[in-house]
């Protein structure tokens, strides 16, 4: 559970606190996927995660991962989504039995997990990802045809020296039976493996919007999570140079980098980065820290939610209400002391409740509403940092309160939003 307040009561993560772990050692028998290509199980249709049976070799592009909120959406694995009739993202991931070569801090998916569990089995933003056969999804998919629930699809590439050519064949499998205009198609990349003309490619052949998951907000932590302090491949350089690639290929709009907020950043630190990304004219994707099970960070303490709310309002107060970071004030902890608007405006900002949503790629219901809900990928349900819903009502008094900023009269009561969680409007529902 996220703590109501961080490390020595203080209202945010701050970086001394937010070291990684260090890898253990992995057995040599199990690096680079030897586990599973020794015993070489073939593969049979869907495979669900199972930490108790040898996983089957598989590999892409024939087969790929898809999120749980993915498989249920498309009846591939059974269940419910607290709140959510469906997601509206088909997020794909690329998969080997060597899985991800990279070591990141915070991911379930990193390198040094050999040592305990295959790389399909792994869990990451907290849920199993199933593995699918990749014409599989396209049958399905191309069957519902305008019918599709699905706003868009995105294929995540992870670090392997064959994802760049095995997201073009991904990408390509798609769009030869279904249209981008009626799924459109997200990329997010791996900088580290790829040229410019890589990027070009994935354009050329109808991919959307191109996303960098820069995840750090400063180069130090990048370094810390993703580079040499993990023995993972990374560069911020790197990174950068394939999101500036992105911005003059893909355009205005259409690139965008991913941001996890509390990871030992300062407030002003992610949202001068959010101001960048908006000068440069991208987007920022933003996700709440989660220590992931398994993961070198899962000892630390999740993003509080005083510092969540503040980043999540005043980013989406940059991105589409026209504020600049420079109207915003800060105090010496870096912490948003004011959003730079008037305190009506920014009460029916905080109203209609859409800031406080799950970022990401843009779906159909409109540009502010990401299509990537990611259901619970960075809280539990029971005390939730993104939105996968509209959130109204007892929502939006509990994010006032994290806020600390409730109406007169109208306080909120720990667990109201439990009572009765239908007088929110249907995920569908346009917010005002
Ligand atoms: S590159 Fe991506 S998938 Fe691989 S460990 Fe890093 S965050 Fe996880």
Same mark, same amino acid.
């Given at each position: 559970?996220?703590?109501?307040?961080?490390?020595?009561?203080?209202? =945010?993560?701050? =970086?001394?606190?937010?070291?990684?772990?260090?890898?253990?050692?992995?057995?040599?028998?199990?690096?680079?996927?030897?586990?599973?290509?020794?015993?070489?199980? *073939?593969?049979?249709?869907?495979?669900?995660?199972?930490?108790?049976?040898?996983?089957?070799?598989?590999?892409?592009?024939?087969?790929?991962?898809?999120?749980?909120?993915?498989?249920?959406?498309?009846?591939?694995?059974?269940?419910?989504?607290?709140?959510? *009739?469906?997601?509206?993202?088909?997020?794909?991931?690329?998969?080997?039995?060597?899985?991800?070569?990279?070591?990141?801090?915070?991911?379930?998916?990193?390198?040094?997990?050999?040592?305990?569990?295959?790389?399909?089995?792994?869990?990451?933003?907290?849920?199993?990802?199933?593995?699918?056969?990749?014409?599989?999804?396209?049958?399905?998919?191309?069957?519902?045809?305008?019918?599709?629930?699905?706003?868009?699809?995105?294929?995540?590439?992870?670090?392997?020296?064959?994802?760049?050519?095995?997201?073009?064949?991904?990408?390509?499998?798609?769009?030869?039976?279904?249209?981008?205009?009626?799924?459109? &198609?997200?990329?997010?990349?791996?900088?580290?493996?790829?040229?410019?003309?890589?990027?070009?490619?994935?354009?050329?052949? +109808?991919?959307?919007?191109?996303?960098?998951?820069?995840?750090?907000?400063?180069?130090?932590? !990048?370094? %810390?999570? /993703?580079?040499?302090? &993990?023995?993972?491949? @990374?560069?911020?350089?790197?990174?950068?140079?394939?999101?500036?690639?992105? %911005?003059?290929?893909?355009?205005?709009?259409?690139?965008?980098?991913?941001?996890?907020?509390?990871?030992?950043?300062?407030?002003?630190?992610?949202?001068?980065?959010?101001?960048?990304?908006?000068?440069? +004219?991208? @987007?920022? @994707?933003?996700?709440?820290?989660?220590?992931?099970?398994?993961?070198?960070?899962?000892?630390?303490?999740?993003?509080?939610?005083?510092?969540?709310?503040?980043?999540?309002?005043?980013?989406?107060?940059?991105?589409?209400?026209?504020?600049?970071?420079?109207?915003?004030? !800060?105090?010496?902890?870096?912490?948003?002391?004011?959003? +730079?608007?008037?305190? +009506?405006?920014?009460?029916?900002?905080?109203?209609?409740?859409?800031?406080?949503?799950?970022?990401?790629?843009?779906?159909?219901?409109?540009?502010?509403?990401?299509?990537?809900?990611?259901?619970?990928?960075?809280?539990?349900?029971?005390?939730?940092?993104?939105?996968? !819903?509209?959130?109204?009502?007892?929502?939006?008094?509990?994010? /006032? @309160?994290?806020?600390?900023?409730?109406?007169?009269?109208?306080?909120?009561?720990?667990?109201?939003?439990?009572?009765?969680?239908?007088?929110?409007?249907?995920?569908?529902?346009? *917010?005002?």
């Amino acid at each position: 559970m996220p703590a109501e307040t961080g490390p020595n009561g203080a209202d =945010f993560n701050p =970086f001394a606190a937010m070291q990684p772990r260090r890898p253990d050692a992995i057995p040599r028998d199990f690096r680079n996927g030897g586990r599973v290509k020794t015993a070489d199980v *073939a593969p049979a249709g869907v495979y669900l995660p199972n930490n108790n049976v040898m996983t089957p070799a598989m590999r892409s592009p024939e087969y790929v991962q898809m999120s749980t909120a993915a498989a249920i959406t498309l009846g591939i694995m059974p269940g419910m989504l607290y709140r959510c *009739a469906c997601t509206r993202c088909l997020n794909l991931l690329l998969t080997y039995p060597e899985g991800c070569r990279a070591n990141c801090a915070y991911c379930g998916l990193a390198r040094h997990r050999e040592a305990e569990r295959d790389y399909a089995d792994r869990n990451f933003i907290r849920v199993d990802w199933p593995a699918v056969p990749m014409a599989e999804i396209v049958e399905k998919v191309a069957g519902d045809g305008e019918n599709t629930p699905f706003h868009r699809m995105c294929i995540s590439m992870i670090t392997h020296p064959r994802s760049d050519e095995d997201t073009v064949t991904v990408l390509k499998q798609w769009t030869d039976r279904i249209d981008p205009v009626t799924v459109p &198609v997200s990329i997010l990349s791996n900088p580290t493996t790829m040229q410019r003309a890589d990027v070009e490619t994935l354009k050329d052949l +109808g991919a959307d919007i191109f996303t960098v998951a820069l995840d750090a907000a400063t180069p130090e932590i !990048f370094d %810390r999570t /993703r580079g040499k302090g &993990v023995d993972s491949p @990374h560069s911020w350089k790197k990174y950068w140079d394939i999101l500036l690639n992105a %911005r003059d290929i893909f355009g205005p709009q259409k690139f965008g980098a991913h941001i996890i907020v509390g990871m030992g950043e300062t407030e002003a630190d992610v949202l001068n980065l959010v101001q960048r990304l908006v000068d440069l +004219g991208g @987007h920022s @994707h933003m996700f709440c820290f989660f220590p992931e099970k398994g993961s070198l960070m899962d000892h630390l303490p999740a993003t509080p939610r005083d510092q969540w709310r503040r980043v999540q309002l005043a980013r989406y107060l940059i991105d589409y209400c026209d504020v600049r970071v420079g109207q915003m004030a !800060f105090d010496g902890e870096g912490r948003v002391t004011d959003f +730079g608007l008037p305190q +009506g405006e920014l009460d029916a900002i905080i109203d209609a409740g859409i800031a406080f949503r799950t970022s990401g790629c843009p779906g159909k219901f409109q540009e502010d509403i990401s299509a990537c809900d990611r259901p619970y990928g960075d809280s539990p349900p029971s005390n939730i940092a993104s939105y996968p !819903f509209q959130p109204a009502g007892a929502d939006i008094r509990r994010i /006032r @309160h994290q806020l600390d900023m409730e109406k007169p009269g109208e306080p909120y009561e720990p667990g109201e939003e439990f009572d009765d969680p239908d007088d929110s409007p249907a995920p569908e529902a346009r *917010a005002p």
